[in-house]
T-cell receptor, first 117, second 108 residues
Framework: GAVVSQHPSRVICKSGTSVKIECRSLDFQATTMFWYRQFPKQSLMLMATSNEGSKATYEQGVEKDKFLINHASLTLSTLTVTSAHPEDSSFYIC?????????????FGPGTRLTVL | RKEVEQDPGPFNVPEGATVAFNCTYSNSASQSFFWYRQDCRKEPKLLMSVYSSGNEDGRFTAQLNRASQYISLLIRDSKLSDSATYLCVVKGNNRLAFGKGNQVVVIP
């Protein structure tokens, strides 16, 4: 099946630093990628929809200046958590939609666990 | 009201037994329905889509009730490897909405 990778898988940083997370579709093109966040024992919450070549669409309550999204190519989207704080500690998961598939199936990356000290 | 509601459990199930759980969704215009499996500290993985007529995949049976807006999952002959959190996922307006998940613990 289609593969989506994320890097890094785990990151620990100091409060106030910025962290960049990469999401790559390895064997298919993805015009659309999605960024989710999951707190312990909570559901995945969609943060934003990333569209190649255009601005991301953010969900209500998600600060676009804090969570910068860049989708510069059909296989790569990045999420930058700027000036991270302990409350940003979470499991960040991306997914990519296979543009070439008639089912438009979404494939999830393995997630990035962010811990802000 | 949340888009997708699930009873988180945990559901403690003796090995070999049957367990069933469901979720409710609020958007009557939802188009597609899925069950995902999520293991601890891992990403969710698609278990099965849910069709209006109900569908089965091995020991797993999914049902959809559009009138009452709920989806169910039944696991027969539970295996230890079935221990995981099962996420109810509803698609509408081109986006996926996730429930909190039903945590299943299969006990030897």
């Amino acid at each position: 099946g289609a593969v989506v990778s994320q890097h890094p898988s785990r990151v620990i940083c100091k409060s106030g630093t910025s962290v960049k997370i990469e999401c790559r579709s390895l064997d298919f093109q993805a015009t659309t990628m999605f960024w989710y966040r999951q707190f312990p024992k909570q559901s995945l919450m969609l943060m934003a929809t990333s569209n190649e070549g255009s601005k991301a669409t953010y969900e209500q309550g998600v600060e676009k200046d804090k969570f910068l999204i860049n989708h510069a190519s059909l296989t790569l989207s990045t999420l930058t958590v700027t000036s991270a704080h302990p409350e940003d500690s979470s499991f960040y998961i991306c997914s990519a939609r296979d543009t070439g598939s008639s089912y438009n199936e979404q494939f999830f990356g393995p997630g990035t666990r962010l811990t802000v000290l | 009201r949340k888009e997708v509601e699930q009873d988180p459990g945990p559901f403690n199930v003796p090995e070999g037994a049957t367990v069933a759980f469901n979720c409710t969704y609020s958007n009557s215009a939802s188009q597609s329905f899925f069950w995902y499996r999520q293991d601890c500290r891992k990403e969710p993985k698609l278990l099965m889509s849910v069709y209006s007529s109900g569908n089965e995949d091995g020991r797993f049976t999914a049902q959809l009730n559009r009138a009452s807006q709920y989806i169910s999952l039944l696991i027969r002959d539970s295996k230890l490897s079935d221990s995981a959190t099962y996420l109810c996922v509803v698609k509408g307006n081109n986006r996926l909405a996730f429930g909190k998940g039903n945590q299943v613990v299969v006990i030897p």
